[in-house]
């Protein structure tokens, strides 16, 4: 179902945080310019990216590396020549500090490894940003809590979003298009996925777990999926020989959501790495709360899903064509 990615290669090294640009804010409320990539924050203020960045081979746009930041790219794009390093990073995987309240907003960034990168932050923002052709992906937020990805638009690349382990995490009101996963959250707990227009992809948005890590407690609610491969789905790992090795997602809310147009709408069911399938294995009882949906084809345990309503409309912006 999934190509498996290791994240880990987007980190930047500590190492490398004694070249390119430090920007540290200074104490007044004056706003600093970003102005070329390989740029990196590390004190408390607003910044503002006040020209195109085209960001060379092995350089990244900007690493954020302090809390408390407000960064306006000022209606300008980053561009990666290579998807080699990411757009925006807050944080690191080497630095053992979780970065919170920070603001990423109103800019494009393509072409990058992954558009916006959140290690570890708490609290943070993304909004108004345009994420396109990003090869791995738009947004991907790792061990993450609490933060809010919204209003934003995504056209192509791998995934669109993706959270790894996340916590209490808000992604709503985004527009995506041509992506091969939509809203792809693994092993996450406690989050809203509402309010979102998924479309032409392929797995519009999804729930699994990581490892022992199962998905639970997540509410997909308001949601527009629409001619995908794959509608809404909740899945574990397994085969029919082994049974399950990764658990199913279970315990997650599942309302008012309009799924049509794709292959299968809406899915409960174990994907099978050996065979890229689903099945649904024999016996086996609904582990998700499925409510008031609208669809037209469903694979799950017997009365899991239940039966289509009609929805008039949803929360989930529409596309301008």
């Known amino acids: 179902m999934k190509m498996r990615v290791n994240y880990f290669w987007i ?3 500590l190492m490398l945080l004694v070249a390119g640009s430090l920007l540290a804010a200074p104490k007044t409320k004056a706003q600093m310019d970003v102005t070329e990539c390989d740029t990196y924050v590390t004190e408390p203020g607003k910044y503002k ?3 195109d960045l085209a960001c060379e081979p092995g350089e990244m746009a900007i690493q954020i590396l302090a809390s408390d930041v407000k960064l306006n790219l000022g209606g300008h794009t980053i561009s990666c020549e290579t998807p080699e390093r990411s757009g925006v990073i807050v944080g690191d995987r080497l630095i053992p500090e979780i970065f919170s309240n920070v ?3 109103n800019g494009t960034v393509t072409g990058c490894g992954v558009g916006v990168l959140l290690w570890f932050t708490d ?3 993304v909004t108004k940003m345009s994420l396109n052709d990003n090869a791995e992906s738009g947004v991907t937020l790792i061990e993450a809590e609490n933060n809010v990805i919204r209003n934003n638009s995504f056209v192509g690349g791998f995934w669109a979003i993706s959270s790894y382990e996340g916590i209490g995490n808000s992604f ?7 992506s091969t996963l939509g809203i792809d959250l693994i092993g996450e707990n406690d989050s809203r996925i509402t309010c979102n227009a998924v479309d032409q992809g392929y797995y519009s948005l999804s729930l699994e777990p990581l490892g022992a890590t199962a998905s639970t407690g997540n509410v997909v609610r308001g949601n527009r999926v629409t001619d995908n491969f794959l509608g809404i789905g909740m899945f574990g790992y397994g085969t029919p020989e082994d049974g399950v090795f990764q658990p199913m997602s279970a315990d997650n809310l ?5 799924a049509t147009g794709n292959w299968l709408d809406m899915v409960e069911a174990i994907y099978n790495p050996d065979t890229d399938g689903l099945f649904v294995p024999p016996g086996a009882e609904c582990q998700n709360m ?3 949906n609208q669809f037209d084809t469903e694979l799950g345990p017997p009365d899991c899903i239940g039966t289509p309503v009609e929805i008039k409309k949803v929360c989930a912006p529409e596309f301008d064509d």
């Not at 709503?172 to 041509?178: E, W």
């Not at 599942?254 to 309009?258: A, F, K, Q, W």
């Open 11 to 13: 980190s930047l090294p």
């Open 49 to 51: 990216v006040v020209n």
């Open 103 to 105: 603001h990423i907003r």
């Open 123 to 125: 609290g943070a923002r």
């Open 172 to 178: 709503g009101h985004n527009k995506i298009r041509y």
């Open 254 to 258: 599942i309302h008012r959501n309009i």
């Open 290 to 292: 499925w409510k008031h």
